[in-house]
């Protein structure tokens, strides 16, 4: 497809590619798990077996890339798979920084599992730059890891800067975006080496593909490792859940601005709500990353937001149980609106706040959802 287009049109047209051979619109899933050798014992057409690599999984990549703006992406089973493979990929021994608040499944692996296998990790506020800038140690970190706007407070980190620290230092910047989406921020542009995401949510959509995702800005060494960690693990994505995938983000534009303007509406009108005692939502004004929100997501401010309840965990609890419109569901990202009583999920150990509900607004009408919550909250 020609240089050029919106991210938005790239989406809408999977970058535009037909099937040569069929002259279809739509190209077919090669779900073909093995492929046949050239009579002189080549393989010219490039594709040898399933587990490393398949043209239905790297159709998704290139739209993946392109949102992106990188110069390599692959595409995984899962968004943890992705984020495991990165930190897999930067060797033993090898110092992370990663923020205190962040998805919880991930920050566990981190703080258990990744040790034994040779990493070094420090949890800091990544909020604030100068607790990154002392956690990091010049020659022994290897990556500094980020989510903005990061489960479940929506707190948001400041990229560009962040990138400064990790340069100065010699590391890499990984940046997670499930939650702010290609359509509002672009992490390579503004400086990090890696994105990542959990392609389950938003580029997927349609809460019926589980994936993920890394996007380099170089195709180097880093992509090369994590590439070989993932057919050496056998963690590709399904060619039918690629397909999906690759169709689920021809609508992603559409269905992420759909759901960030409901959560904006929701979040201003949950600010005034008697039962609630906080909203934590970046476009609000007094949330704390409001300004890094205003330069960092351009057009949006996503679909997320975290309410507190009156009364506790109890309330909360109460709360999600009295809904019928929004499905008390984990998960986020998806064109049906979540609620969750988050700390239940996390358990034990868990930053997360006992009284705090996460929402993931949906595309539905936003007065069908005002009016299911509000009176969910009302009792
Ligand atoms: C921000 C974020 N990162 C990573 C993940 C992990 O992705 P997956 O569930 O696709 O493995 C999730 C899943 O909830 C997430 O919300």
Redesign the pocket.
Known sequence: MSEGWSARTLAAQALGRIDEETRALVPPIHLSSTFVRDADNQYRAGDVYGRPDNATVREAEAVIGALEGAAATLVFG??????VALFLSLGPNAHVVAPRV??W??RAWLGNEAPSLGLRVDFVETEDLGAVERAVKPGETKLIWL?TP??PLWSLTDIEAAAGIARAAGAWLAV?S??ATPVFTRPLALGADVV??????YLNGHSDV???ALAFARDDALCERAGAIRKAHGLILHPFEAFLLTRGMRTLDLRVRAAAANAMELANRLSNHAAVSAVLYPGLPHHPGHDIARRQMRGGFGGMLSIRVRGGAEAAIATAARVNLWKRA????GVESLIEHRASIEGAGSPCPPDLLRLSAGIEDVEDLWRDIDRALSG
Do not use: P, R, W
């Not at 899962?78 to 984020?83: D, P």
């Not at 990542?196 to 949510?201: E, F, G, I, W």
């Not at 984990?330 to 990202?333: A, E, F, K, M, W």
């Open positions: 899962s968004g943890m798979s992705a984020a962040m998805y499944a991930l989510e990061s489960n997670d499930t939650s990542m995401h959990s392609a389950t949510k589980v994936a993920g984990t998960s986020l990202g």
